[in-house]
């Protein structure tokens, strides 16, 4: 079945330094794969996905993610962290593999943006 | 415009009650996924609709969950004898067709505390 791998539960970074989230993933045939962000009590936003062409795929919010096959992994990035980013970060997989469309996600990763 | 409706959005029960959770998704969408998210948990996949079709219903934990979507609009997902352990947010999401590589759009969810 489709996973996904958040390795870290929570990533601690100053305002304006570099993000990173990391999610490594494990699937059958190719990965959709997708990041979400959620903000207290309220319900998930998509952020950007990966289907298929550059490596590199921009978002919103000036989030960024890279796909790297060899690796299996799709790590969110942003360069220069605001305060409002806090939050907690989800990363998704879907494989037309399985024959089922549903979205497989991570644990999720606490954000804490220090000002 | 309107996203994802839930209703409503907390739900206290005593144990061994039956309670209804509804999602209003955006409408005219195609797709209808419900998942349930534990505290400190990512959202874990229950069922899926395509229109009024379930398609997939693998993930519901137990006989006591049921889930319907009669005219392929509003959902209505059961808890039949509510056990402490079925405690969680409950996720409805939507998505405007069939493909893989279409992000969810998610409702705030219902948070479900059984006493």
């Known amino acids: 079945a489709q996973s996904v791998a958040q390795p870290e539960d929570q990533v601690n970074v100053a305002e304006g330094n570099p993000l990173t989230v990391k999610c490594t993933y494990s699937?059958?045939?190719?990965?959709?794969l997708f990041w979400y962000v959620q903000y207290p009590n309220r319900g998930l936003q998509f952020l950007l996905k990966y289907i298929t062409g550059d490596n590199l795929v921009k978002g919103s919010y000036g989030f960024e993610a890279e796909f790297n096959k060899s690796q299996t992994s799709f790590h969110l990035k942003k360069p220069s962290a605001l305060v409002s980013d806090s939050a907690l970060y989800f990363c998704?997989?879907?494989?037309?593999?399985?024959?089922?469309?549903?979205?497989?996600f991570g644990k999720g990763n606490q954000v804490v943006v220090i000002p | 415009g309107a996203g994802v409706s839930q209703s409503p959005r907390y739900k206290v029960a005593k144990r061994g009650q039956d309670v209804a959770l509804r999602c209003d998704p955006i409408s005219g969408h195609v797709s209808l996924f419900w998942y349930q998210q534990a505290l400190g948990q990512g959202p874990e996949f229950l069922t899926y609709f395509q229109n009024e079709a379930q398609l997939d219903k693998s993930g519901l934990p137990s006989d006591r969950f049921f889930a319907e979507r009669p005219e392929g609009s509003v959902s209505t997902l059961k808890i039949q004898r509510t056990q402490q352990e079925d405690s969680a947010v409950y996720l409805c999401a939507s998505s405007p067709d069939r493909d893989y590589n279409s992000p969810l759009h998610f409702g705030n969810g219902t948070r479900l505390t059984v006493t």
């Open positions: 998704a997989v879907r494989s037309f593999f399985y024959g089922n469309n549903r979205l497989a």
């Open positions: 699937v059958s045939g190719n990965p959709y």
